[in-house]
């Protein structure tokens, strides 16, 4: 079936610890993105990329860093940068067209904790 | 920058009754609203679109409202069942403003028996 895998579903890291959430999708989709999703609020954009080996940053991008060397594939990697990482964190894919009627499909997400 | 707000942060209603969630945005209205499911600890799922040019939109149970005048979006839920008790969240595609998908905080939706 066509769709977003990401892994882990759960991670734990320690305080200083770099970790990477993996994410790939089968769906011929150009546009992929991260979010995170904290209690009580809206998505917010990490970073997104249009197309192969090019991505933007989002309202968050501080200490975050991506990749996309292939189409499929889209790797977060949070830094120890990030001062407060535990989260809920969604990858999700879309067509990217001059219409813009693409909705985004999403990944069942990864729950990293900062112990 | 483009805010929404949803009603409120939870809503309980009863066993077949109408649900109505209420989506409101501060700046230029997009020209697609999306609303979308997501059910607890699981991503977000896509229910359904809205153009800036239509004013209603149905799928099975589901209605969604758009009044770019009020700045509004209505997501209604019909003969609602414990089923769709989730977390409703409203997203404005401003991909046309070089900008991304806007999400609001969601609301949580509890149908009771």
């Known amino acids: 079936d066509g769709g977003i895998t990401q892994s882990p579903k759960y991670l734990f890291r320690k305080e200083g610890q770099n970790v990477t959430l993996s994410c790939e999708q089968n769906?011929?989709?150009?546009?992929m993105y991260w979010y995170r999703q904290d209690p009580g609020q809206g998505l917010r954009l990490i970073y997104y990329?249009?197309?192969?080996?090019?991505?933007q940053k989002g309202d968050i991008a501080e200490g975050y860093s991506v990749s996309r060397e292939k189409k499929e594939s889209f790797p977060l990697t949070v830094t120890s940068a990030q001062k407060n990482p535990t989260a809920f964190y969604l990858c999700?894919?879309?067509?990217?067209?001059?219409?813009?009627?693409?909705?985004?499909?999403f990944g069942e997400g990864s729950r990293l904790t900062v112990l | 920058s483009q805010k929404i707000e949803q009603n409120s942060e939870a809503l309980n209603i009863q066993e077949g009754k109408t649900a109505t969630l209420t989506c409101n945005y501060t700046?230029?209205?997009?020209?697609?609203l999306q609303w979308y499911r997501q059910d607890p600890g699981r991503g977000p799922v896509f229910l359904l679109l809205i153009r800036e040019n239509e004013k209603e939109k149905r799928k099975e149970r589901l209605k969604v409202t758009f009044d770019t005048t009020l700045k509004q979006s209505l997501f209604h839920i019909t003969a609602s069942q414990p089923a769709d008790s989730a977390t409703y969240l409203c997203a404005l595609d401003m991909r046309n403003y070089g900008q991304n998908f806007v999400f609001g905080p969601g609301t949580r939706l509890s149908v009771l028996p």
């Open positions: 700046n230029y209205s997009p020209a697609y």
């Open positions: 999700a894919s879309s067509m990217w067209t001059g219409l813009n009627t693409g909705e985004l499909f």
């Open positions: 769906l011929n989709h150009d546009a």
């Open positions: 990329s249009q197309i192969v080996n090019d991505f």
